[in-house]
């Protein structure tokens, strides 16, 4: 499969070529807007999740109107067979996509008692599992205290104590796991992406089989991306869609940059 791009030595076009267990065949139902926005995020969720959900599981996803989150919660809610899911948000629209993409619950972060919200709706179990992709050391700390005993702790990305680039700081997350009994996992896929010719052939089953999935289950409804924005193309544009997701004035689901707007919005029969 080829992408339409920037050639890397600048002008006006060019073509990407993308590594065969990183595509997949995009169902005729299926928007190419919607097939292009899936992908990275459903294989974020999918990584931490597709092996440790197990059916009748009771599972907390943070930040469920997040661009992650919101396939997170389908995917433990409608595809894994979790008993319950739990979420949370801040703002009426993100607490609104994480009920709409399937939690039973869903708490607000900056006004409730989560953990005391959580020990109440599991009889004072906690959760079996947490998937954390919040980025946020507080959130962190948070999500912690809501693992039972013996349960798994999964956070995407750099993890706690370095959610900035600048400096590495002490948490109380790995502290508060090990009372408890729970397992940490880390999961990053970046470099998945940008050094797919290091990854084994464990690693490069495990996406294939995720990019599969993920266009199977879209088409079958269990999950899908919500797009809460596009932006244009443009140097400009994609700048400032950025500073806004870093400044947190957030777009729930995800945001979408369009090269082609006729061919983001169509749909086309058997088309990769």
């Not at 433990?76 to 607490?95: D, E, F, H, K, N």
């Not at 619950?105 to 998937?131: E, S």
């Given at each position: 499969?080829?992408?339409?791009g920037?050639?890397?030595a ?6 990407a ?5 990183l595509t ?11 097939a ?8 974020s969720?999918?990584a931490?999740?597709?092996k440790?959900?197990q059916t009748?599981?009771t ?7 997040g ?6 919660v ?8 979790a ?13 609104a996509l994480?009920?709409q993409?399937?939690a039973q619950h ?9 953990a005391?919200?959580?020990a109440?709706?599991t ?10 992709a919040?980025?946020?050391e507080?959130?962190?700390?948070e999500?912690?205290k809501?693992?039972r005993r013996?349960?798994?702790w999964?956070?995407?990305?750099v993890?706690?104590g370095?959610t ?5 700081t002490h948490?109380p997350?790995d502290a508060?796991?090990?009372e ?7 999961v990053?896929?970046l470099r998945y992406?940008?050094?797919p010719?290091?990854l084994?052939g464990?690693a490069r089953a495990?996406?294939r089989?995720?990019?599969?999935l ?7 409804g269990?999950?899908?991306p ?7 193309s443009?140097v400009?544009?994609i700048?400032?869609?950025l500073?806004?997701l870093?400044?947190?004035h ?9 090269v082609?707007?006729d061919?983001?919005?169509g749909?086309?029969p058997?088309?990769?």
């Amino acid at each position: 499969m080829t992408a339409a791009g920037s050639h890397p030595a600048g002008g006006e076009g060019g073509y990407a070529l993308a590594h065969r267990f990183l595509t997949a065949r995009k169902p005729p139902s299926l928007s190419f807007l919607d097939a292009a926005a899936l992908p990275m995020c459903f294989l974020s969720a999918f990584a931490g999740l597709h092996k440790a959900v197990q059916t009748g599981d009771t599972v907390y996803v943070p930040g469920g109107g997040g661009g992650v989150g919101h396939l997170a919660v389908q995917m433990a809610a409608r595809a894994l067979g979790a008993r319950m899911v739990v979420s949370s948000g801040s703002t009426p629209q993100s607490i609104a996509l994480a009920r709409q993409s399937g939690a039973q619950h869903v708490f607000d972060y900056k006004h409730d008692d989560i953990a005391a919200d959580i020990a109440r709706l599991t009889d004072g179990r906690g959760v079996d599992l947490v998937f954390d992709a919040t980025y946020s050391e507080q959130g962190f700390v948070e999500s912690a205290k809501t693992v039972r005993r013996g349960g798994s702790w999964i956070v995407l990305g750099v993890g706690p104590g370095r959610t900035t680039r600048l400096a590495e700081t002490h948490s109380p997350v790995d502290a508060i796991l090990a009372e408890r009994g729970a397992e940490r996992v880390d999961v990053n896929l970046l470099r998945y992406f940008s050094e797919p010719g290091t990854l084994d052939g464990e690693a490069r089953a495990l996406l294939r089989q995720g990019m599969d999935l993920a266009m199977e289950w879209a088409e079958q409804g269990l999950v899908v991306p919500h797009i809460g924005r596009t932006i244009d193309s443009a140097v400009d544009a994609i700048n400032a869609g950025l500073q806004s997701l870093k400044s947190g004035h957030g777009v729930v689901g995800k945001v979408a940059v369009i090269v082609d707007r006729d061919l983001a919005l169509g749909t086309s029969p058997g088309a990769p």
